[in-house]
């Protein structure tokens, strides 16, 4: 399911400015054409403040306030594909909603994204910039995202957007077998991308390759 948004950029957010990410994209090794087609119409530059809107199709991670980023595009790719290799998933579950483009990319790709968000503020942005690009499949929570959501679950797949120290148990329990969860882990100096698939004897980690997200807190705000 790709579904085709029509917002059209001008500039350093043109449609060729976004092209050219996406060919970046591509010699950085992502393959997943569906998820380059997606990077590639979609308006990252709504997901950032104005003031930086002339470099969101940069290959770099940008704030977007409340001490939060907006993953870099080959980051947000990388996730992407991993979650969606073998059998693509039905049913996502993100955690960490920040800017919402995470959450973007997966609604054109998957027919159910529920994301869950501890920063009220960030969260209502993000809200408002759904309903801006009709994606209405999207299902929200304010809560901390160590839970999960456990009323949703189980999940085909389970993407996180900030780093814990260990994978949370909360999440691991709420990955349907078979499924997968692609997720930061480690300290703020040293952090590993990994992905954990559920089999029937149990959970079978593999690391991914080196990353810098903020780390994942609990509570919410």
Known sequence: MVVKLDVSGVGMTSQRTRNRLTDRLREQGIVNEAVLQVMASTPRHLFVDEALAHRAYEDTALPIGNSQTI???YIVARMTEL???DVPPTSVLEVGTGSGYQTA??????DQVFTVERI???LDRALGRFRQLGLHQIKSKYD???????????FDAIIVTASPREVPVALLAQLQEGGRLIIPVGDPEAQTLTMVKRGVDGFETT????????PLLGGKL
Not at 105 to 110: D, K, M, N, P
Not at 144 to 154: F, Q, S
């Open 83 to 85: 979650l969606l290799q």
């Open 71 to 73: 993953s870099q595009p």
């Open 120 to 122: 009220s503020a960030l």
């Open 144 to 154: 901390d995202g160590h839970l999960g959501w456990t009323e949703k679950g189980p």
């Open 105 to 110: 990319i997966l609604a054109q790709l998957v």
């Open 207 to 214: 690391s991914v390759e080196p990353v810098r997200f903020v």
